[in-house]
């Protein structure tokens, strides 16, 4: 199936091994005004962060976006978060939700969202989106997770894409100094003693802040610590 939201186009397949890898084959002979949108209703072999699996089953929300952009990736991730988080609140406006740096997408501390933002040949971007609208796999790894349902939020996978690309569509035009303030009142554990992972080797201290290419300012002892790659780990 295929239908335009605005200027995107979107395809919806019942199954897909990764939308991701999907949207990167179809890169290749991709024009640069295009806009497309890659869904499917579930995943074979969903792909997380860090060589992880995206545990896929109906009901979820996958999708990739294609298109080009000037943007930075690092730019890109805050985007897309930010654009997550504006489509949950349309549906459900005082949830406790969280960005977990760089892009976790958190209610009440448990993940209920995760990115995966590949770059292309060209400008070309894949940014992956799996939402937990339904149900809350685990994906073989010990974290919290769970659901919009279980927050009692109603959102089909299509109002979900469409509330989504209205916001991406919003965020993607401020500059990169907006983008910073808008996520900070939305970041897990500002202000907390944190530890981030990056493969396997961690730092830990407090997070006071994201700087103006989007690192992660880390006070650990009396030093600030500029941290560009890892991931928060949960506490
Ligand atoms: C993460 O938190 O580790 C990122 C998860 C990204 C999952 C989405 S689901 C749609 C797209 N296709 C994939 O194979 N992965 C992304």
């Known amino acids: 199936m295929s239908c335009w939201l605005n200027d995107w186009q979107w395809f919806d397949f019942a199954e897909l091994g990764s939308t991701n890898d999907y949207a990167a084959t179809q890169s290749l002979s991709f024009n640069s005004s295009s806009k497309m949108i890659y869904s499917a209703k579930m995943q074979t ?3 997380g962060r860090r060589g992880r699996s995206w545990v896929s089953p ?6 990739s976006q294609l298109f080009f952009s000037r943007r930075t ?6 985007i897309t978060a930010l654009s997550i988080v ?3 609140r349309f549906f459900s406006s005082d949830l406790p939700l969280q960005i977990k740096w760089p892009n976790d997408i958190l209610i009440d501390g448990q993940k209920v969202g995760g990115i995966l933002i590949e770059k292309m040949q060209n400008e070309a971007y894949v940014i992956g989106i799996g939402i937990n609208l339904v149900s809350a796999p685990q994906n073989g790894v010990i974290y919290p997770v769970a659901s919009l349902t279980d927050y009692q939020v109603k959102a089909s996978r299509k ?9 991406f569509e919003t965020n993607i035009q401020k500059s990169f100094d907006e983008i910073i303030t808008d996520f900070l009142p939305n970041a897990y554990k500002l202000n907390q003693e944190i530890i981030i992972n990056n493969n396997n080797e961690k730092v830990s201290g407090k997070f006071i802040g994201i ?3 989007g690192f992660l300012l880390l006070k650990s002892k009396n030093n600030i610590i500029t941290i560009n790659t890892g991931e928060i780990l949960f506490s």
């Open 86 to 88: 504006d489509a949950i």
């Open 73 to 78: 990736p690092v730019e890109l991730v805050y």
């Open 45 to 47: 072999k969903g792909r």
């Open 159 to 167: 109002d979900f894409i469409k509330q989504y690309l209205f916001a």
């Open 211 to 213: 700087d103006e290419q």
């Open 58 to 63: 109906l009901g979820n929300l996958y999708f």
